[in-house]
C-alpha cells in the first residue's frame, strides 16, 4: 500500500501519470466489463485522465476544455431520459454564474485535485440519476468523504491561525491517525469487515504526527480500489487483502472470548497471576481486559476521549495492541447468519462511544 515515489516535472512538482495509468489500466484488466452501480472511481479515472493532467492535480482550464469528455463518462451512467439532466449541470445559469460542475470541484489556486474530481464525478452522477455505489466501493467513497472533511476542517484551523501569525503554507493534509480512524469505522460498519481489517493490518505505524498530503491518500485510496476488483472476482490479491469470508458450517458460527492482562505492564501480569493462578480452586479476580471473536474478527470496546470516535474497535484475533494475551474461552457457536452479525455490531457502535467508557460501571467486560 505504500505510495510509488513521484516522478518530478520539470517545475519540480510530483507527476506520478506513469504510476496513474499503470494502477487504471491494472485495475481495468482485473475487473469484469464496468457497471454502473459499482465502478464510478473507473469511470471517474477515464474521464480525469481525458483532462490531460499533471499527475493527481490539474488545471481549472483544462477541465472546462475537456467538459466534453467528463460529459461522455457520465452519460455512460444514466438512463437516456435523464440527458437534459445532466446537460444542466455542466451548463451556466442564464442568469450567470459557473456550472454545477465546476462549482463542486472545490478548486484550489486556479487548481483541483483528483479526490475532489472523484467525488464531484460521483455526486453529480447521482443527480442525474446514476444509479448509486454499493458494497466496498460505496464504503471507500464513504471513508474518502470523511477524509476530505478532515482535511478541510485542518486547513479551517491553519487559516485562522495564520490569521493571527505567519500565513499559512496553503497545503492540504490529514493526520494518519485520522485515516486508521476511519479504517476503522468502516470495519465496524462494513459487510466485508475482514476486507478492512486486512488494510489496517497493511497501513502499518508511523511516527506521531505524520501528516498525509492528498497525493498521498489519493495513491493509497487507488490501490484499495484494486483490492476491491481482487476481493469481487474471488481472487488472492498479491498483498494478502483479498481473503473471502469464511463461511459457517452446519454448527454455526464460532465465537470465541479472548482474555488479556491490562496493558503490557509486567507488574498486571504478575497480579494477575497471584490474584488469578490458572489451577488455583479459588481465584479472587484481576485486571483484565476481553474481546470477542466472530467470523475472524476480534471487536472490542475501549476509551477513547472524542465523542465522535467510536468505542468499538476490531484487531487481528489475540493480537491487541494494548494489551497482554492470557487465554482463550470458548463460548460455541451462534446460528446468526453474517448480516445480522454485521447490523448488531453496528449497533452496538453507536450504543458504545469511547466517551463513554467507565473503568467500573461500563467497561469492556460489559461489552
Known amino acids: 500500500l505504500k ?63 475537456h467538459m466534453s469528455v467528463i460529459v461522455s463518462r457520465i452519460l455512460e451512467r444514466v438512463p437516456q431520459c435523464k440527458l437534459d439532466d445532466v446537460r444542466e449541470l455542466f451548463q451556466a445559469p442564464e442568469a450567470g454564474g459557473r456550472p454545477m460542475f465546476m462549482t463542486l470541484l472545490r478548486e484550489a489556486g486556479g487548481e483541483v485535485h483528483f479526490l475532489y474530481f472523484w467525488k464531484t464525478f460521483g455526486d453529480v452522477a447521482c443527480m442525474a440519476g446514476a444509479q448509486p455505489v454499493e458494497g466496498l466501493y460505496a464504503e471507500i467513497e464513504t471513508l474518502r468523504d470523511h477524509l476530505l472533511r478532515r482535511v478541510e476542517d485542518a486547513q479551517s484551523h491553519a487559516d485562522d491561525g495564520a490569521q493571527a501569525s505567519a500565513p499559512s503554507s496553503g497545503a492540504r493534509t490529514a493526520p494518519f491517525d485520522v485515516l486508521v480512524d476511519e479504517v476503522h469505522r468502516a470495519a465496524s460498519m462494513s459487510t466485508a469487515p475482514r476486507f478492512w ?66 496493558s503490557r505492564s509486567e507488574g498486571i501480569q504478575k497480579l494477575n497471576q497471584v490474584l488469578a493462578f490458572e489451577y488455583s480452586p479459588v481465584k479472587f479476580g484481576g ?14 470496546f475501549n476509551f477513547s476521549p472524542s465523542k465522535t470516535r467510536p468505542g468499538i474497535s476490531c484487531t487481528a484475533p489475540m493480537k491487541h495492541p494494548h494489551h497482554h494475551y492470557r487465554e482463550t474461552v470458548d463460548c460455541g457457536f451462534t446460528a446468526m447468519p453474517l448480516p445480522e452479525i454485521v447490523q448488531i455490531i453496528s449497533q452496538m457502535v453507536e450504543e458504545y462511544p469511547g466517551s463513554d467508557y467507565n473503568l467500573l460501571r461500563r467497561n469492556c467486560c460489559h461489552f
Not at 488472492?236 to 479472548?258: F, I, R, T
Request: hydrophobic share 40%; proline share 7%.
Open 287 to 300: 485486571v483484565f481486559h476481553a474481546g470477542v471473536e466472530v467470523q475472524g474478527l476480534e471487536w472490542s
Open 197 to 262: 481489517q486486512k488494510i489496517a493490518a497493511g497501513l502499518g505505524d508511523r511516527p506521531p504526527g505524520t501528516m498525509l498530503e492528498l497525493d498521498e491518500l489519493t495513491s493509497i485510496l487507488l490501490g484499495w480500489l484494486a483490492e476491491v476488483a481482487l476481493w469481487d472476482n474471488g481472487r488472492a490479491s498479491s498483498q494478502g487483502v483479498a481473503e473471502g469470508v469464511v463461511a459457517p458450517d452446519s454448527a454455526g458460527v464460532p465465537v470465541l472470548l479472548h482474555i488479556y492482562d491490562v
Open 3 to 65: 505510495p510509488q515515489a513521484a516522478v518530478k516535472a520539470p517545475n519540480g512538482r510530483p507527476w506520478p501519470c506513469r504510476s496513474f495509468r499503470a494502477q487504471l489500466a491494472a485495475g481495468m484488466q482485473r475487473r469484469r466489463p464496468c457497471v454502473a452501480s459499482s465502478c464510478s472511481g473507473e469511470a471517474a479515472l477515464e474521464a480525469w485522465l481525458g483532462c490531460d493532467p499533471e499527475g493527481y492535480s490539474v488545471d481549472t482550464r483544462r477541465v472546462r476544455e
